[in-house]
């Protein structure tokens, strides 16, 4: 092992003897930094993300499954974003990159990231390309230190062991070139000098390391290449005390084994180089390769902010919500943000999304989920001075949109719980393979029509087995939310995202037959002039809407009041709930759902 200290190393290609110089053949690629000058402080501000901030992309999720994980790549250091030569991303020791088949111009970082690209291990399987980081920050001369921040040893330091001047001699002959060394560890030739082996031994406690299954997949040869460099042995000062450590170079990366640290295994531990760190930090992040006005989908609920990071929230956003990239990028805090735009009917707006937030892959035609705020921000403003007294959901059928506020509390679902009771009643006699008789066709239309209570309870306890009828079939047709009452159905409780479903299921008519489905919807389409508040008060003339309203003292003789519908105008359609509770007064109440749905009408008719 070269030992670093305070004394200077002379390092060249050839070993000196008198006056005759003796040339080394390298043969390990050690050659190329002969020589070499260049030095590159570390002037790149880039700030480490925050612990669980990111995760592997699933552009990546396959082969960093098949190769080692964390282990071999560290955690991840960005978000995967789109080059010139295609998706990449970077970890604390490596990165990855997927190619595109048309790659564009080079110049800068990314010509840096085409030689790479070039000298990379790529994986069959996924053509997926590790980078060898290592080479770009031996060739940049990098000042970022070894082994800590209070480390003297930097990437300079190592590209002069790579000297191949200084490869020793193979062992006694008669021994292979990987025959164990007793006090070397393995050889592994890296050249010849003057028509000898030459090359650079592997420590038992490295070559072990890398000829694990999870650290070097596809063979020690492959992953990690030839070694460049001589254990190297350096102590650093840290928080805790001296450390102890070992650092070798390979072809395409480096590893470093801390002697004061021990792993799981009781044995010193062992990690690669932080060289995706290192290289961000160095050169910097190749730019990102986006297109104006191209789209892009949210992967979660997230804030859309007024700028990076510590902006304000302008909006809420879903998963499969779509947005439009306006072209420029910012790296923040250690996060990719997007610079996008959103449309809603009659509204949108701009603002900035993170990296890990967004994908790229359309979701085709699956519906996509938004906070009220991207549809009306003057509307959600209302309804959070509201609080959590109110909660409405609206389905923008004609463009697969959910704008939703407190859509997953509960509320006294009151009359509009005639419409569930209805949809059991059918599901059951469908199961008894007949219609509904004279007598139960005059109860299901006073029921829905004219709400009357007692045509609901005959058909509720006589009909359908009361509240356990109503759970069957809630759970049979997969729509969770509604918690039906044993004794008392108007107080069965709801959530308004509930509601939404179960009316998008019969206006798709995935639920009930054609026959049972156009009863249904005919009956709350005609629902009489003085309980047609809300969502039948709020849609213009020539609207089809099927509806029901609801409205009931709640045991504090605070009031809950709501309406649920589906309005249908020309082209366009959707399917709203809006409920409240706690209110002083009906009127109050009903004031409340009329405002959220006649807001609602004018942005969707």
Same mark, same amino acid.
């Given at each position: ?6 004394? #200077? =190393?002379?390092? *060249?290609?050839?070993?000196? @003897?008198? %006056? ?6 390298? !043969?390990? +690629? $050690? ?21 669980? #901030? =990111?995760?592997? *992309?699933?552009?990546?999720? @396959?082969? %960093? ?6 282990? !071999?790549? +560290? $955690? ?40 790479? !690209? ?488």
């Amino acid at each position: 092992m070269v030992m670093f200290g305070s004394s #200077a =190393l002379l390092y *060249s290609g050839c070993v000196f @003897r008198g %006056t005759n110089a003796v040339i080394t053949n390298a !043969s390990n +690629g $050690a050659n190329q930094w002969v020589g070499e000058s260049k030095v590159t402080a570390p002037d790149f501000d880039f700030s480490v993300p925050e612990a669980q #901030a =990111l995760s592997v *992309s699933p552009l990546f999720e @396959r082969y %960093t499954q098949s190769h080692g994980g964390t282990i !071999s790549l +560290g $955690a991840p250091l960005t978000a995967a974003f789109p080059t010139d030569q295609g998706w990449l991303q970077f970890f604390a020791s490596g990165a990855l990159l997927l190619p595109v088949s048309q790659q564009g111009h080079t110049q800068g970082n990314e010509a840096s990231l085409v030689a790479l !690209s070039k000298h990379g291990v790529k994986d069959t399987d996924t053509g997926i390309v590790r980078l060898p980081l290592l080479q770009a920050l031996l060739t940049a001369g990098s000042q970022v230190p070894i082994g800590g921040d209070k480390s003297h040893f930097t990437y300079i330091n190592l590209r002069k062991a790579t000297n191949p001047g200084l490869m020793l001699a193979a062992p006694a002959a008669g021994q292979t070139a990987t025959a164990s060394v007793s006090g070397k560890g393995i050889f592994v030739k890296g050249g010849t000098r003057a028509g000898q082996d030459v090359g650079h031994f592997i420590p038992q406690p490295f070559w072990s390391y890398v000829n694990r299954s999870d650290v070097s997949p596809d063979g020690w040869k492959t992953d990690f290449g030839l070694p460049l460099t001589e254990a190297l042995s350096l102590s650093v000062t840290k928080d805790d005390g001296v450390h102890h450590l070992l650092v070798q170079a390979f072809e395409r990366d480096g590893l470093v084994l801390d002697q004061g640290t021990v792993g799981a295994s009781g044995q010193p531990q062992i990690q690669r180089l932080d060289t995706g760190t290192d290289y961000v930090h160095t050169i910097g992040l190749p730019a990102v390769a986006i297109s104006a006005k191209q789209a892009i989908w949210a992967l979660e609920d997230t804030a859309l902010l007024s700028a990076p990071s510590a902006g304000q929230a302008v909006a809420h956003v879903g998963q499969n919500f779509p947005l439009i990239l306006l072209g420029d990028t910012k790296w923040d805090t250690g996060m990719l943000w997007y610079h996008i735009q959103w449309a809603a009917p009659k509204g949108g707006g701009d603002g900035w999304v993170p990296a890990n937030a967004i994908t790229f892959t359309s979701p085709g035609n699956a519906p996509s989920q938004a906070s009220m705020d991207a549809l009306s921000p003057t509307l959600a403003t209302y309804l959070a001075g509201i609080g959590n007294n109110a909660g409405a959901v609206v389905y923008d059928v004609s463009r697969q949109r959910y704008y939703a506020y407190n859509d997953g509390a509960q509320f006294i679902v009151a009359s509009s719980m005639k419409v569930p009771i209805m949809l059991t009643f059918f599901d059951t006699i469908e199961q008894q393979g007949r219609e509904p008789d004279d007598d139960e066709m005059n109860l299901l239309t006073t029921m829905i029509e004219n709400s009357d209570n007692d045509s609901a309870s005959a058909l509720f306890f006589d009909k359908i087995g009361g509240a356990t009828g109503i759970a069957n079939y809630m759970q049979k047709i997969g729509v969770s939310g509604l918690n039906p009452s044993d004794d008392a159905w108007g107080y069965s409780t709801i959530t308004p995202q509930t509601m939404v479903n179960l009316l998008t299921l019969l206006q798709e008519g995935k639920i009930l037959t054609s026959h049972d489905r156009d009863i249904s919807l005919n009956l709350m389409e005609h629902i009489e002039s003085d309980q047609r508040f809300g969502v039948g008060d709020s849609v213009p003339d020539g609207a089809t809407v099927a509806m029901k309203d609801g409205w009931v003292p709640g045991p504090d003789d605070q009031w809950a009041v709501n309406s649920s519908g589906i309005v249908t105008l020309g082209q366009e359609t959707y399917i709203i709930s809006v409920y409240t509770m706690e209110s002083a007064s009906l009127e109050d109440g009903q004031g409340i759902v009329q405002h959220v749905c006649d807001t609602v009408a004018s942005l969707l008719t």
